[in-house]
């Protein structure tokens, strides 16, 4: 995790929020790089899930929304965690956890059973023992709006806004059941403890659906094919299957309006935790909504006009950050370079000028990489070269994300397009205005190099990156 959490401080993918003062409690940013990928698989998500499917629509709503969408989904009264405070060093713990890590216990949800089984463990932090009573947080952040009286709250999960704008979308959209509303957008939470890196943040991104079902359907080969195409979707970007299992919800865990939840887990550095979750939320939501507004929320059936039902949903929730940590994850990769003399990984003409014999790399798939292709001149004063491969630069950026770099030596650059994942580096050299026009392109992945005529440039990355 270490050397993932340097490597993205030092090739601008994801920085400490506010390093200047200090930082800000396990807050981020999301550097260039870090943007653009977050970008990518934004965009991935929502071409495989919006775009590509004539079953599911786009919604983008508010980030305050009315107080009651909070006040009828439960937020308000049992959105909360459990925390203990240790009155020696005063570092405060999830006491779920906490029990956890120390007695090996499941007590979640229940305060007076953590409370107890604290006595007399140690804090972790100081090694004193001195707990106050575990008691519950409620996790959604309050703000206030001009002409509203009380709180208002940054909405804790993007699913809000989709069943608050459900009437309008059917009412606006000639959607059918079975059909799906899809919202990717910031969420709050004011977490007890925000850690492992962006795993657990206070501020961080969901792409979530709400799929609607009539309540008779036969939900479970739905629920079934949700699970395969979350999967499918993570293997797209990169995420190595083989680190990805289903949990199943135990039937005393689930939510009362619940089914069937199962999260996706992963296997990060840290250990196997959440990466998204699919739940059946029954009719819960629309009917709480409805109920609190007073709105009709209930659907007609466009074949049978007496035939009107409160949908029931099924709910394929992502972390974007979480997704994008496991494809950083799966991508990080520590390579061992064959010696130059044996003509191996190093042994071309430009990929020889490397010292070290272990390159780091990112392996994304083209798609989701940051940057498609890097463009060097060969030497950085030789206005010849460096004209030229600006001028492949300027046709390339108009169909690819690309990047000109002149600065070091190529082997040098070469590295540094490896570590922030780029597939492919196209390098300007004398044979290229003397001889050919022709320029050598490098793999990222087999360090190959061809010689590729500048004019079929465009062509061969749109076959290479499609
Ligand atoms: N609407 C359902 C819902 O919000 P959730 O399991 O609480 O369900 C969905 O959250 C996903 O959001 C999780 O699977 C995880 O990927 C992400 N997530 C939740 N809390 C997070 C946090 N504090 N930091 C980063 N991602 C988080």
């Known amino acids: 995790m270490e050397k993932i959490v340097s490597l993205c401080k030092r090739r601008g993918f994801i920085f400490p929020a506010c390093e200047i003062y200090g930082g800000l409690a396990n807050a981020?940013?999301?550097?260039?790089?870090?943007?653009?990928?977050?970008?990518?698989?934004?965009?991935?998500?929502?071409?495989?899930?919006?775009?590509?499917?004539?079953?599911?629509v786009g919604l983008d709503g508010p980030i305050i929304l009315h107080p009651k969408v909070?006040?009828?989904?439960?937020?308000?009264?049992?959105?909360?965690?459990?925390?203990?405070?240790?009155?020696?060093?005063?570092?405060?713990?999830?006491?779920?956890?906490?029990?956890?890590?120390?007695?090996?216990?499941?007590?979640?949800?229940?305060?007076?059973?953590?409370?107890?089984?604290?006595?007399?463990?140690?804090?972790?932090?100081?090694?004193?023992?001195?707990?106050?009573?575990v008691r519950t947080l409620n996790m959604m952040f309050k703000t206030e709006m001009n002409g509203i009286e009380g709180p208002v709250y940054l909405r804790p999960e993007t699913a809000g806004a989709i069943f608050v704008d459900f009437k309008n979308v059917i009412d606006s959209c000639r959607v059918k059941i079975p059909f799906g509303i899809a919202q990717i957008g910031k969420a709050f939470r004011n977490e007890i403890v925000a850690r492992n890196f962006i795993f657990r943040t206070r501020e961080f991104e969901q792409m979530e659906i709400e799929y609607f079902i009539d309540p008779s359907a036969d939900w479970?080969?739905?629920?079934?094919?949700?699970?395969?195409?979350?999967?499918?979707?993570f293997t797209e970007i990169g995420v190595n299957i083989?680190?990805?299992?289903?949990?199943?919800?135990?039937?005393?865990?689930?939510?009362?309006?619940?089914?069937?939840?199962?999260?996706?887990?992963?296997?990060?550095?840290?250990?196997?935790?959440?990466?998204?979750?699919l739940a059946h939320r029954g009719d819960f939501d629309l009917s709480a909504q409805a109920k609190f507004s007073g709105a009709d929320l209930q659907y007609t059936d466009p074949n049978d006009n007496a035939k009107r039902y409160i949908p029931h949903v099924l709910e394929p929730s992502f972390g974007l950050d979480r997704a994008l940590l496991a494809v950083l994850c799966s991508a990080y990769t520590e390579e061992k370079l064959p010696p130059p003399s044996e003509g191996g990984a190093r042994g071309g003409s430009v990929d020889k000028i490397t010292a070290e014999d272990v390159r780091i790399v990112l392996k994304f798939p083209p798609k989701i990489a940051p940057i498609k292709i890097a463009v060097f001149p060969l030497l950085k004063n030789k206005p010849a070269l460096v004209d030229k491969a600006k001028g492949i630069f300027e046709i390339l950026k108009k169909n690819f994300?690309?990047?000109?770099?002149?600065?070091?030596?190529?082997?040098?650059?070469?590295?540094?397009?490896?570590?922030?994942?780029?597939?492919?580096?196209?390098?300007?050299?004398?044979?290229?205005?003397?001889?050919?026009?022709?320029?050598?392109?490098?793999?990222?992945?087999?360090?190959?190099?061809?010689?590729?005529?500048?004019?079929?440039?465009?062509?061969?990355?749109?076959?290479?990156?499609?």
């Open 242 to 277: 083989n680190n990805i299992a289903r949990f199943e919800h135990s039937k005393e865990k689930l939510s009362h309006y619940s089914r069937k939840t199962v999260d996706l887990e992963f296997e990060y550095p840290f250990g196997k935790s959440e990466l998204c979750g």
């Open 28 to 56: 981020y940013s999301y550097g260039p790089y870090g943007a653009q990928l977050k970008k990518n698989i934004k965009d991935a998500w929502w071409k495989k899930f919006v775009e590509e499917r004539a079953d599911i």
């Open 70 to 133: 909070w006040e009828a989904s439960g937020h308000t009264s049992g959105f909360n965690d459990a925390m203990v405070d240790c009155k020696a060093c005063k570092k405060r713990f999830r006491a779920d956890h906490l029990v956890e890590e120390l007695t090996g216990q499941d007590l979640e949800g229940n305060l007076s059973a953590m409370s107890e089984a604290l006595q007399g463990k140690k804090c972790p932090a100081c090694g004193k023992s001195d707990w106050t009573e």
């Open 401 to 466: 994300t690309c990047e000109f770099d002149d600065n070091g030596n190529v082997g040098k650059r070469y590295r540094r397009q490896d570590e922030i994942g780029t597939p492919y580096c196209v390098t300007v050299d004398f044979d290229t205005i003397e001889k050919d026009d022709s320029a050598t392109v490098r793999d990222r992945d087999t360090m190959q190099q061809e010689r590729v005529k500048v004019a079929d440039l465009p062509k061969y990355f749109e076959e290479k990156l499609k």
């Open 220 to 233: 479970e080969p739905l629920f079934e094919k949700w699970l395969s195409s979350q999967e499918e979707f």
